[in-house]
């Protein structure tokens, strides 16, 4: 589980860089995710839970587009 945390907040930087808004609402919404699941002791749910949390983050590594303005019609 902690690995998959560091893993999360690890990507988290790397595809918001730069971005600070997006970089501490990732950061609020991963840490509240854990938060409110730490207490889970069902295994089966435990196991959804991280699937879910995997499936998050390579859906964060493969599909997210940082886009910076490079003048005032391109990105």
């Keep these: ?6 893993l999360l907040h690890r990507t988290r930087q790397e595809v918001f860089k730069n971005d600070t808004r997006a970089l501490e609402a990732a950061r609020q919404k991963i ?3 854990f938060r409110n699941n730490q207490d889970e002791t069902s295994e089966e749910k ?12 390579v859906i ?5 587009i940082q886009a910076v303005h490079t003048d005032s019609d391109k990105i």
């Design 1 to 6: 589980v902690l690995k998959l945390f560091k």
């Design 60 to 64: 964060l590594r493969t599909s997210v």
């Design 31 to 33: 840490n509240e995710e």
């Design 46 to 57: 435990i196991k959804e839970l991280l699937k879910i949390a995997s499936d998050v983050e």
